[in-house]
């Protein structure tokens, strides 16, 4: 299977749309929104967040399989840093390193824009999660208790960050 990734723009937001509420209704307890709230929106909404923030899909003969996001700080003591989002990708492309390749089109296009830490929250039981943002070279560095309440439950957040102008394990920056 041949995978290309890009950044994604307004006129992919109603793949993107599609690829997120897959996302929110498969595995609600690894996103900060919900379905619910996401079902609603029209497609401008998304076409919004695609001109506002900083994502890239991977597409699998021209279907969008795969996407993640970043947004960074605004204040002027806090620029350096960005978080990352909306990472999902599609079960038949999972474990073939696609996730890791967004990963690193987002620490590229980040370190273009002098950002030299990137964050993350991960549920602290999402052991495959964590798995593939470590390879990715995140540690990390707390615990968010009951960060999030889904299905009757409270899911703790594991902080994860991600030093860009440190090279991962067997790199160079």
Request: hydrophobic share 40%; charged share 25%.
């Amino acid at each position: 299977m041949s995978i290309s990734i890009r950044r994604l723009n307004a006129s992919d937001a109603a793949s993107f749309r599609a690829v997120r509420l897959e996302a929110f209704k498969t595995h609600p307890e690894a996103f900060g929104s919900s379905y619910d709230e996401l079902v609603s929106k029209p497609v401008s909404h998304f076409e919004e967040w695609l001109t506002d923030m900083v994502a890239y899909g991977a597409f699998s003969e021209d279907q969008l399989v795969a996407i993640g996001a970043y947004f960074r700080e605004r204040g002027l003591k806090m620029r350096h840093r960005a978080y990352v989002i909306s990472m999902y990708c599609a079960p038949k492309v999972r474990g073939q390193g696609v996730g890791r390749q967004i990963i690193e089109h987002l620490a590229d296009h980040a370190r273009s824009k002098k950002i030299i830490q990137l964050h993350l929250g991960v549920g602290a039981t999402n052991s495959a999660a964590k798995k593939s943002y470590e390879k990715a070279g995140f540690r990390t560095y707390g615990i968010e208790p009951r960060s999030l309440f889904v299905n009757e439950k409270y899911i703790d957040e594991e902080l994860m960050v991600r030093f860009l102008d440190e090279a991962p394990e067997g790199k160079t920056v």
